[in-house]
């Protein structure tokens, strides 16, 4: 098996904004909020290492047109959440990006789709250097989920880190960790992740 190697990795942070974190946000998910801590550990090791970091924004546009099967499944979205340029469309104060961080907007849940994960992840560091995906962030079942598939059919390898992300629910979360270490990469926890980049 593969192991974690700093200078093929790249950290992915995934939809960690307020309209997702928050208490009371429009698409709150308490859980992401438990992850909180060990994203910080895995941005200040990756930012040590010299990984890169990307933080992924969901977005949606007025009505989400944008999104509009998504908007049908949950109709508040037509309305609220995770607009651009609104508060609640930014990063969490506790996870602040720095200027030498990468932000993507995306609009589908996987954040492969039709965003520019992909072009800047293979010359980042230098044409196809970067092979390996670190996944972390909210929903661990939606979105967490969908990019993690989209690096792997991509040929990317993928950490995804259980205890950084959240989900909407234990079951959710257990389901996914179980497909995704079966199928599409490594499940790690983040201290196991930590000792293998040698943070």
């Known amino acids: 098996m593969w192991k974690l190697d700093a200078a093929k990795s790249a950290l ?53 047109f944008n999104s509009p099967l998504e908007a049908e499944y949950n109709p508040k979205l037509f309305d609220v959440g995770m607009r651009k340029g609104t508060p609640g469309w930014d990063v969490i104060d506790d996870l602040a990006p720095e200027p030498e961080d990468t932000q993507i907007e995306k609009y589908r849940y996987n954040a492969f789709h039709n965003t520019l994960l992909e072009p800047t992840l293979r010359t980042i560091r230098g044409l196809n250097r970067i092979d390996t995906v670190i996944i972390t962030g909210t929903l ?47 499940v790690m926890h983040t201290d196991d992740a930590l000792s293998e980049l040698g943070a």
């Open 140 to 186: 661990t079942e939606v979105c967490c989920d969908s990019t993690a598939r989209g690096a792997f059919m991509r040929d990317f390898k993928v950490a995804f880190i259980d205890d950084a992300t959240g989900g909407l629910s234990t079951r959710a979360e257990d389901a996914t960790f179980d497909a995704m270490g079966k199928f599409f990469g490594r």
């Open 12 to 64: 992915i942070v995934v939809d960690m904004q307020n309209d997702f974190v928050l208490e009371g946000a429009p698409m709150e998910v308490p859980n992401a909020r438990k992850a909180i801590p060990h994203i910080q550990r895995l941005i200040a090791a990756s930012r040590k290492l010299d990984i890169p970091v990307f933080f992924t924004k969901h977005t949606l546009l007025e009505d989400a």
